[in-house]
Structure formats: C-alpha cells, structure tokens
Nanobody
Framework: VQLQASGGGLVQPGGSLRLSCTAS????????MGWYRQAPGKERELVAT????DNTRYADSVKGRFTISRDNALYLQMNSLKPEDTAVYYC?????????????WGQGTLVTVSS
C-alpha cells in the first residue's frame, strides 16, 4: 500500500495551492481520509478530514480557507495562505473493521508560505 502526496511548493502569502494524494494497493472510497501537517519543531496536527460519506471537518485555523475533497484521490485546496501554514502536509487513509485497523500515511509534501 502506498499513498503519494503531491502539489506542495513555495507560495507567497495570500496565494493558493492544491494538494493531491493518490493511492496504490487500496480502494480509497472505503476509507475515511484526512490531511495533517507538521511544522518545524511542532507536533503533527489535523488539518481536515473527510469520511467515506463525504462529511468534512476542519481545524479552526483553516476554516473558510481550505477545502478537502475526494474522488478517486484526495485533495486539499488551500487559499489565502499564511506563513503559519508552512509545514509538511501528510495524507492519511483510515478504516476499521471488526478485527483490524488500517491506517496508512503518505510521505508528505512541503508547503512553504513566504514572501
């Protein structure tokens, strides 16, 4: 199983980026998915999640600026970016059945917001 995050880069404050996460070895539609981020010297934190039924949840710090979506991949549209959004962004796929927890992470893509 492999999750591949892409779309990161250097952007000026106020700019936009769209992150993508594709998967091999699993069918994404049966997983709850999310984006997390880790800034230098800080712990990994939740950015946004989306369930199999397309219910979404956002961190307060990104509400109104970021949009999570999915089809055969996972996306994060990031608008009005701020320097404090600078971090490595990770995608996650998660589900549980009666006996097993499946929890997969991508390798991360770096987002740098700076002038």
């Amino acid at each position: 199983v492999q999750l591949q995050a892409s779309g990161g880069g250097l952007v000026q404050p106020g700019g936009s980026l769209r992150l993508s996460c594709t998967a091999s070895g699993i069918i994404l539609s049966i997983y709850d998915m999310g984006w997390y981020r880790q800034a230098p010297g800080k712990e990994r934190e939740l950015v946004a999640t989306i369930t199999r039924n397309d219910n979404t949840r956002y961190a307060d710090s990104v509400k109104g600026r970021f949009t999570i979506s999915r089809d055969n991949a996972l996306y994060l549209q990031m608008n009005s970016l701020k320097p404090e959004d600078t971090a490595v962004y990770y995608c996650n796929a998660y589900r549980r059945d009666a006996s097993t927890t499946y929890d997969y992470w991508g390798q991360g893509t770096l987002v740098t917001v700076s002038s």
